[in-house]
């Protein structure tokens, strides 16, 4: 059953009277708000009160007039408590959301406004229920819930809008009170207090039969319209009392403010005029001043620029005024020191001076001195900064030009300037140096204090008349010291002329080449003579056999060259070091030279080659060559009792050539060719003996030169592709005449000489430094080889091929990696190939074979010893090498059976080589007999024309294939 509600009816004139009271208590609150933002720190919070009490009683006021307009069917009171506690609510209320607006310990503006608009909003909404329930109706009022909530949206939106219009009003510096946004504010104030109360009313139902349950106690409808009455006209009357004076009150300040402000603008007026005229002053001050004047603000811009600055840099006063000190006129190398230098700038700093240089206009640097004042603002920060700089470019000009002229004086040749008749007037340190006299010591004295007696007057008078001439003169002179030597200087003397052409003074500069000129002697001597023996060199040798070749071309006269080398010099050399050999070569000379007449020429060509020339011996060439022969053995005796070299007693031999000329055809070219020749000869001969030179020696000679010049030839033929070398394989054979490894040979199919024996072209290539490229071919090809055999090796019982390899190949420092190298791009297994060397290899000093064995065989590569007990057979390299194979010479394997002491040989070594774990080859096995002997004493492998030959590649595979076991 629905439920019965009292009809609501509101008094016109009432709800007019409640609107008016909540739009006059709201403009009063906004005032004394107001009044607090205006700068009224003292009176603050007593403002603050007063607009709480306008703000709050007068909500309550139109609140209780509302509902004094509000006409219900039964009568109705107001119990006091509740009301009087529902004004306490509206003006606390107040108070908090103003003190909210105008506090500072929010962090922003919108905060304040949002806490401000909930403590408003939430403060009417409960001063209002409380108000309402202060009627203690029975049955106890009901609300609409919709209106209830539109009652409190229209609370807290109207407070927040009309709290923002208070906000933006008190943010205005001019104090009007009646101001648009002041009005506007309280009338939104006022609506939205009105707005919710209404809205409030509207959400409340009475109950048809409901009554008020303090009737008799409460606070009737006619004494509250006086309390409400009195309250206002009160509060009002006191408002706008309290107004008027502080309004009153504000003028007289805003009088005496006016009138302050008068004097102060005439007092600043004045000091303008005065500020202004000395501004002008300072000005053209500024301008006229010599100086550089640049005003820059702590920012670097430049904002003063005077005419001297300007004159200076090229730029004018528009060109650079705004900018920054570094963007036109400082260099660019010196931009960040500048700017690093700006920022060095301290607040107690008041001046500090510096140097640098400026861009001008034109491109040119200058150089200026600044020194730069700081003017500080009332608060001590750095306002401006005068930089007053002086333009020193010519002056550091002059500086080093002074310090150059300085130092040119101060150089290691002597000066001395003299007047115009040749009295001293100074000297540097150098002539003190050199001279041993000090500058007190010479001035005023003439520069023949200096004068050695070498000289005569005559060359002194050309001298001066060169001067007088030419204005200078240079030349060798010799002058005598302090302390008496005379010694020899390079001497400048030059006129210094007045603007009239007229002597003023002479420089005179010079230098003790006592040195050079002994430099020179020693040049010249060492042009001719050999430096550390001192015998004549190659070339005053052979100006001597000239000479005597031209002398004795008609007569006939036999002459005779002796070419000498000493035999092992090098390891003597190696073994003791080059020092003792240059010493030991110095005795051998002295040796030579006592042992010859002084008409022999002994000369050193070099290293350990001497050369001598017999130059007149007899007529025929039997007794001539009997005289050369004769000495040529005393020496060669001689030599036998050793020579003394520091503590060391030294045996030493030599190899001759001898070749001996009529001087009628032969040059000096030839008649050397043939000495060394003759000496090659001597030396191939075993050493220490000599060879005279003959014709068939010549033929030998040549042939071998001819063959070497087609080996070089042919060799740097090889990456052409049109090598006429080639390799051929000797197979090795175990007992059961099964194919274990071959041999690579190279050989030599030449066009001018057919096919050459290896053991021609092989020595020939080594004595010409050609084997490495040689060997390095063989190395190449039996790679190639392999790689397209390579498939045999896993059907045969071939297991490797051996390569030999020389001491020159041993002895390069990249053998090892060039090795690894080819290798690599043949793909091929470093186990696959055995290398091969002699004995005679360990004999070279510049090797170290366990340094490089031990290396290779970390690679994998494996190594054979062939020629075993044909060299010095040191055993100790069988024991500290990683040898796999020893190979038995083949002079060894041609004394069997026969030759007792060859099969003791071979069966000592297979005995040894089996204990030492050793592979054991046989070479030149050429017989049946030899055969059977090896196999039976054990040796591993044989190799030999009795089994093959040396055989081509394709032969080689011919035969692989045969020993291999396909499936």
């Given at each position: 059953m629905p439920i019965l509600t009292l009809d609501k009816e509101y008094d016109v004139y009432l709800v007019l009277g409640s609107l008016l009271i909540s739009f006059l208590t709201s403009f009063l609150a906004i005032a004394f708000a107001s009044f607090i933002v205006w700068h009224k720190k003292n009176t603050s919070n007593w403002w603050l009160m007063g607009a709480s009490v306008n703000m709050g009683l007068g909500v309550w006021a139109m609140h209780f007039v509302g509902m004094l307009a509000l006409h219900l069917d039964v009568p109705f009171a107001f119990e006091p408590i509740r009301t009087i506690i529902s004004a306490l609510i509206a003006v606390l209320a107040s108070y908090g959301a103003f003190w909210v607006l105008l506090s500072e310990d929010f962090n922003t503006k919108k905060q304040r406004q949002l806490y401000g608009t909930f403590v408003l909003g939430s403060g009417v909404a409960a001063m209002h229920y409380l108000g309402m329930d202060a009627m203690q109706m029975f049955p106890k009022i009901q609300y609409d819930t919709a209106l209830l909530l539109l009652s409190l949206i229209i609370a807290y939106s109207a407070s927040y809008?009309?709290?923002?219009?208070?906000?933006?009003?008190?943010?205005?510096?001019s104090h009007h009170l009646f101001s648009k946004e002041n009005l506007v504010s309280s009338l939104v104030i006022g609506l939205a207090v009105s707005g919710m109360h209404y809205s409030g009313m509207a959400a409340a139902q009475f109950n048809y039969n409901s009554y008020c349950t303090v009737l008799e106690q409460g606070v009737g409808a006619g004494s509250l319209s006086i309390m409400v009455v009195i309250a206002i006209v009160v509060m009002l009357l006191v408002s706008f009392l309290l107004i008027a004076y502080e309004q009153y009150a504000e003028a007289q300040e805003n009088e005496q403010n006016r009138l302050m402000l008068q004097m102060v603008t005439m007092e600043v007026e004045k000091r303008a005029n005065e500020l202004q005229q000395q501004t002008s002053m300072n000005q053209r001050l500024l301008e006229t001043m010599d100086a550089i004047v640049v005003v820059l603000n702590p920012h670097g811009v430049i904002e003063q620029f005077n005419l001297a600055a300007q004159k200076i840099t090229g730029y004018d006063f528009k060109e650079v005024v705004g900018s920054k000190l570094w963007d036109k006129l400082i260099p660019e190398a010196d931009i960040e020191k500048s700017k690093l230098a700006f920022k060095g700038f301290t607040l107690d700093e008041q001046s500090n001076k510096h140097q640098n240089q400026l861009l001008t206009k034109q491109g040119s640097l200058v150089a200026i001195d600044w020194h730069n004042s700081i003017?500080?603002?009332?608060?001590?920060?750095?306002?401006?900064?005068?930089?007053?700089g002086i333009d020193i470019t010519q002056r550091l000009k002059d500086q080093e030009a002074l310090r150059l002229s300085s130092v040119a004086f101060e150089t290691q040749e002597a000066v001395v300037v003299t007047d115009n008749q040749g009295v001293i007037l100074r000297i540097n340190k150098a002539f003190q140096a050199i001279t041993g006299y000090?500058?007190?010591?010479?001035?005023?004295?003439?520069?023949?204090?200096?004068?050695?007696?070498?000289?005569?007057?005559?060359?002194?008078?050309?001298?001066?008349k060169t001067v007088a001439e030419n204005g200078c003169w240079q030349g060798e002179i010799w002058?005598?010291?302090?302390?008496?030597?005379?010694?020899?200087?390079?001497?400048?003397?030059?006129?210094?002329?007045?603007?009239?052409?007229?002597?003023?003074?002479?420089?005179?500069?010079?230098?003790?080449?006592?040195?050079?000129?002994?430099?020179?002697?020693?040049?010249?001597f060492l042009a001719f003579y050999d430096a550390i023996t001192e015998l004549p060199n190659r070339r005053l040798f052979n100006d001597r056999l000239e000479q005597n070749l031209q002398c004795h071309k008609k007569e006939h006269h036999h002459l005779a060259v002796v070419f000498i080398d000493l035999d092992n010099f090098k390891q003597i050399n190696d073994t003791f070091g080059h020092a003792f050999g240059d010493k030991l070569l110095v005795q051998f000379s002295q040796l030579i030279k006592n042992m010859m007449s002084d008409s022999v020429t002994v000369s050193r060509f070099g290293g350990d080659e001497f050369v001598m020339l017999f130059p007149e011996l007899a007529d025929k060439i039997e007794a001539a060559i009997f005289q050369v022969e004769n000495i040529v053995k005393l020496l060669l005796e001689e030599l036998t009792k050793g020579l003394a070299v520091d503590e060391h007693h030294v045996h030493v031999s030599c190899s001759i050539g001898i070749a001996v000329s009529d001087s009628s055809n032969d040059s000096v070219s030839s008649l050397l060719m043939q000495a060394d020749s003759a000496m090659y000869q001597a030396k191939s001969m075993g050493k220490n003996t000599f060879r005279f030179y003959t014709d068939s020696l010549g033929e030998s000679m040549a042939e071998r030169f001819k063959m070497e010049v087609a080996l070089r030839h042919d060799l740097y033929q090889v990456d052409s592709g049109e090598s006429p070398f080639f390799v051929v394989y000797q197979p090795?054979?175990?007992?059961?005449?099964?194919?274990?490894?071959?041999?690579?040979?190279?050989?030599?199919?030449?066009?001018?000489?057919?096919?050459?024996?290896?053991?021609?072209?092989?020595?020939?290539?080594?004595?010409?430094?050609?084997?490495?490229?040689?060997?390095?071919?063989?190395?190449?090809?039996?790679?190639?080889?392999?790689n397209h055999m390579d498939a045999l090796f896993s059907y045969s019982t071939l297991k490797h091929i051996s390569i030999n390899l020389s001491i020159k190949q041993l002895t390069n420092p990249n053998l090892t990696s060039r090795l690894l190298s080819l290798f690599q791009e043949n793909k091929v297994a470093p186990n696959k190939v055995r290398f091969e060397f002699t004995e005679s290899a360990f004999l070279d000093n510049a090797l170290d074979?366990?340094?490089?064995?031990?290396?290779?065989?970390?690679?994998?590569?494996?190594?054979?010893?062939?020629?075993?007990?044909?060299?010095?057979?040191?055993?100790?390299?069988?024991?500290?090498?990683?040898?796999?194979e020893l190979k038995i010479d083949k002079s060894f394997v041609d004394g069997i059976p026969a030759d007792e002491s060859d099969m003791t040989i071979c069966s000592a070594t297979i005995s040894m080589a089996k204990k030492l774990g050793l592979e054991l080859v046989a070479e030149g096995v050429e017989t049946q007999e030899q055969f059977d002997w090896l196999v039976s004493?054990?040796?591993?492998?044989?190799?030999?024309?009795?089994?093959?030959?040396?055989?081509s590649y394709e032969e080689f595979i011919a035969v692989l294939k045969e020993n291999s076991f396909y499936d």
């Open positions: 809008i009309g709290l923002s219009l208070f906000i933006k009003a008190s943010n205005k510096i003017l500080h603002d009332k608060h001590g920060n750095i306002e401006f900064i005068i930089a007053t000090s500058e007190s010591e010479v001035v005023g004295l003439r520069m023949s204090v200096l004068k050695s007696g070498k000289h005569s007057d005559v060359f002194y008078k050309k001298l001066w002058n005598r010291k302090k302390n008496g030597d005379i010694f020899p200087e390079w001497l400048r003397i030059t006129q210094v002329l007045d603007n009239n052409q007229n002597v003023t003074n002479y420089i005179g500069s010079f230098s003790d080449i006592t040195q050079r000129k002994k430099i020179e002697d020693e040049l010249q090795q054979y175990n007992r059961d005449m099964q194919m274990i490894g071959a041999e690579a040979l190279v050989r030599w199919n030449s066009k001018e000489f057919g096919l050459v024996s290896p053991f021609y072209f092989i020595t020939i290539a080594e004595e010409s430094e050609l084997i490495d490229k040689l060997g390095m071919f063989v190395v190449e090809q039996v790679l190639n080889d392999i074979p366990k340094a490089l064995f031990a290396e290779m065989s970390e690679i994998g590569f494996t190594f054979a010893l062939d020629d075993f007990g044909t060299g010095f057979s040191s055993l100790s390299y069988l024991k500290d090498l990683p040898i796999s004493h054990d040796c591993d492998l044989l190799q030999g024309y009795l089994m093959s030959k040396p055989i």
